[in-house]
């Protein structure tokens, strides 16, 4: 979705990595929001690394570290 979608992108994936039951959906939601560079996902992010799923606390940890020494890809 975010290849196709740049910022129209941002609420469906936003939406998805906060409610969907299915940890492999935020997941994907999650890296896809990295990927658009869009400066609105970063509470979204943060929000991430709350989520009951281990591996997407490591993810959203991993893409915020890279965000803040200026690398943007997932």
Not at 28 to 41: F, S, Y
Not at 42 to 60: C, F, H, N, T, V
């Amino acid at each position: 979705m975010a290849k196709l979608g740049g910022p129209e992108a941002v609420d469906p994936l936003t939406r998805a990595l906060r409610v969907d039951a299915e940890p492999f959906v935020r997941y994907e939601a999650l890296v896809n929001l990295a990927e658009l560079g869009d400066d609105r996902v970063r509470g979204s992010l943060l929000q991430a690394l709350d989520d009951p799923e281990e591996m997407i606390r490591d993810k959203a940890a991993e893409i915020l570290q890279r965000q803040s020494a200026g690398d943007r890809e997932p």
